[in-house]
């Protein structure tokens, strides 16, 4: 199985990038899938979750309006647009895929620990 993320790089505040995540080695249409973020010393965040069909998209409050999560199951591809982007998002970003919780509660998790799967990871830096 493999989640490879990537589309991230240095931008300044107020500027836009948008991240993918390219899937392989699972039914993608069977996962919900989401979007986390780390800085050092800080616990994993989670940014934003989508579900299987694509219908039912969730955020962090504070990127709500700025960042919006898609996916095209023909390409087994999630993004991450990321607009209006702030020094505070500087961040690793991860993405991570979901079967048993989003079967189970037909729902999408934010917590990381219910996640199966992890992508590598792709750095954005906002500068101010």
């Known amino acids: 199985v493999q989640l490879q993320a990537s589309g991230g790089g240095l931008v300044e505040a107020g500027g836009s990038l948008r991240l993918s995540c390219v899937v392989s080695g699972i039914t993608f249409t069977t996962y919900a899938m989401g979007w986390f973020r780390q800085t050092p010393g800080k616990d994993r965040e989670y940014v934003a979750g989508?579900?299987?069909?694509?219908?039912?998209?969730y955020y962090l409050d504070s990127v709500k309006g700025r960042f919006t999560i898609s996916r095209d199951n023909a390409k087994n591809t999630v993004y991450l647009q990321m607009n209006s982007l702030k020094s505070e998002d500087t961040a690793v970003y991860y993405c991570?895929?979901?079967?048993?919780?989003?079967?189970?509660?037909?729902?999408?998790?934010?917590?990381?620990?219910?996640?199966?799967?992890w992508g590598q990871g792709t750095q954005v830096t906002v500068s101010s």
């Open positions: 989508i579900s299987k069909n694509g219908k039912n998209a």
């Open positions: 991570a895929a979901d079967r048993m919780y989003s079967s189970q509660y037909n729902d999408v998790p934010s917590r990381g620990s219910y996640y199966d799967y």
